[in-house]
């Protein structure tokens, strides 16, 4: 069983639906330890309420800089003796204190085909590029942006009568299906 922190930084969709895979044992070599997030508001944190994890706030802007932000998030995955980090919309960065201390066990999902699109408006950029297909991406975290080892990715054609928010409800659907998934076959690789 791989003890896994999830990271999120708004509504935490993918968050919830992650713990429920978890719960209903779609995903059962993963268990979520805790949920992290670094707004305070992020509608996350009542999901997480909700599912019975607990969340932790840590304030990007309390420890005068990344490195202190992350050294503070290291002491609350000590103390959940968490060995896989899942981003989930998370918006920042992963600096150097988490990616040294979790080489190769942190995980993004991003919405797109990468390397297409990458940052943070992976959905709109693809549908103002009138692009013929986009898809959903989860990667290895490196020091890049949306730059790390693809896991495994798929792809969503994308209709030409489809507006911005229906585009967008065919790769939330893709990332629900997809993300637990990939989530179960990497808590295999750890396991091994």
Request: with cysteine; charged share 25%; aromatic share 10%.
């Amino acid at each position: 069983m791989v003890n896994i922190a999830i990271f999120a930084s708004g509504n935490g969709s993918n968050f919830e639906n992650l713990v429920k895979e978890i719960q209903n044992g779609h995903v059962d070599n993963a268990t979520c330890k805790v949920l992290i997030i670094d707004k305070e508001q992020a509608y996350a944190k009542e999901r997480a309420q909700k599912l019975g994890i607990p969340c932790v706030y840590v304030n990007p802007k309390a420890y005068g800089g990344k490195e202190g932000y992350e050294t503070e998030i290291m002491k609350v995955l000590k103390e959940y003796d968490v060995e896989l980090i899942v981003l989930a919309g998370y918006m920042r960065f992963i600096g150097k204190v988490l990616l040294e201390n979790y080489p190769n066990k942190i995980i993004n999902i991003h919405p797109a085909y990468l390397p297409n699109f990458p940052g943070a408006h992976g959905i709109q950029d693809a549908y103002n590029a009138k692009v013929d297909f986009t898809g959903v991406t989860v990667h290895y975290v490196d020091e890049g942006v949306d730059t790390g080892q693809i896991i495994h990715q798929e792809k969503i054609m994308i209709d030409p009568s489809w507006d911005l928010e229906t585009l967008e409800e065919h790769v939330h659907a893709k990332e629900y299906d997809m993300f637990p998934r990939v989530l179960k076959m990497v808590c295999e690789q750890i396991e091994k």
